[in-house]
């Protein structure tokens, strides 16, 4: 597995990460266990050497697994984690980012993923609350301490970024980034650039649709977030699978998968950007790594650049009340 550099503080990662999230929380009923914890070691025996939880995964179930998984391996893999939201009783209530909570949490996470420090610590979404600078400095004790090695974010709009790196400098933004969503482009990417910070995109495969896999008449779980993603309502699954098209005549030109091709499409944008898809399958686990090999030339880049610029997505990428918590 080739590696990437996040940022330019020096924290060196696999050029493609493991997104723990849907082992448990999310996508419908959570894994066995087991079999959790062995797709998560089969990933560091692919070469994974980045992997993503945070504490309201579950809540916290997530962590402890991901924490036992990762336990054998601690000194050969990065843990990145978030603070942000209120799980008291178990259970994901609001925004909280004060760093009296901050640190409670931190704590709490350093237990469940049985470790003594955490190596990518993101407040996952901005608390308008709470001055970023107050969020900032508070992590920048942890550093000071020890207990976490790098300060990153999630979902956080410019202004944000530039007033916490003022104060610690962000190793990593973590947002939403894919051929399906790409607002990214227009303000983050520059000033990530500018700043020194790198991208991990989540849902990079567009929380699935763009493997082909899903149709308009797929029936997810009644667990399953995607019902309430107005994206994901059939009707505009239906007029968005013109995308999940182009990437298939792309993807049989160049023999792989429609999920290589949108992988391998957001490392060829900067060197700088690490995607984190999930899945519970290990097939899936292997044919989402095997898109670090998959080389876009120039005429393949602009080829498809043409074909999706043809397409328009229709639908919010997330449901009203969690529209409300991006900062903008």
């Not at 190596?119 to 301490?145: C, F, K, M, S, W």
């Amino acid at each position: 597995m080739q590696k990437r550099v996040l940022g330019t503080r020096g924290l060196e990662v696999s050029a493609i990460g493991f997104g723990c999230m849907g082992l448990n929380f999310g996508y419908g009923p959570a894994t066995d266990r087991k079999e959790a914890i062995a797709l998560i070691r089969a990933a560091v025996q692919m070469g994974v050497t980045f992997f993503d939880t945070a504490e309201v995964y579950g809540p916290f179930t997530n962590e402890v697994v991901v924490g036992e998984a990762l336990e054998p391996f601690r000194d050969q893999v990065v843990i990145a984690t978030k603070f942000g939201f209120d799980c008291e009783g178990g259970k994901q209530g609001g925004l909280s980012s004060r760093p009296d909570h901050i640190r409670a949490v931190v704590e709490a996470s350093l237990k469940r993923l049985r470790t003594d420090r955490i190596d990518l610590l993101y407040q996952h979404r901005v608390d308008p609350n709470v001055p970023i600078e107050d969020v900032a400095g508070t992590v920048r004790e942890l550093i000071g301490q020890g207990k976490v090695g790098h300060f990153g974010l999630s979902e956080a709009g410019v202004q944000t970024i530039r007033r916490a790196h003022a104060v610690q400098p962000v190793t990593a933004l973590q947002s939403e980034y894919s051929l399906w969503w790409r607002e990214p482009e227009q303000e983050i990417l520059p000033v990530l650039e500018e700043l020194g910070i790198g991208f991990v995109p989540f849902s990079p495969l567009g929380k699935g649709f763009l493997t082909g896999a899903i149709t308009e008449t797929t029936q997810f779980d009644a667990s399953d977030f995607r019902n309430t993603v107005p994206r994901f309502n059939a009707e505009n699954r239906k007029a968005n699978l013109s995308l999940v098209e182009v990437l298939g005549i792309m993807a049989e030109r160049k023999r792989v998968t429609r999920a290589q091709i949108a992988i391998a499409w957001l490392l060829a944008q900067k060197p700088w950007i690490v995607p984190i898809p999930g899945t519970t399958k290990r097939h899936r686990l292997e044919e989402n790594l095997g898109a670090a090999t998959v080389e876009l030339t120039p005429e393949d880049l602009a080829a498809i650049a043409e074909a999706v610029s043809t397409v328009t997505t229709r639908g919010e990428r997330y449901s009203a009340q969690a529209q409300k918590m991006i900062d903008r």
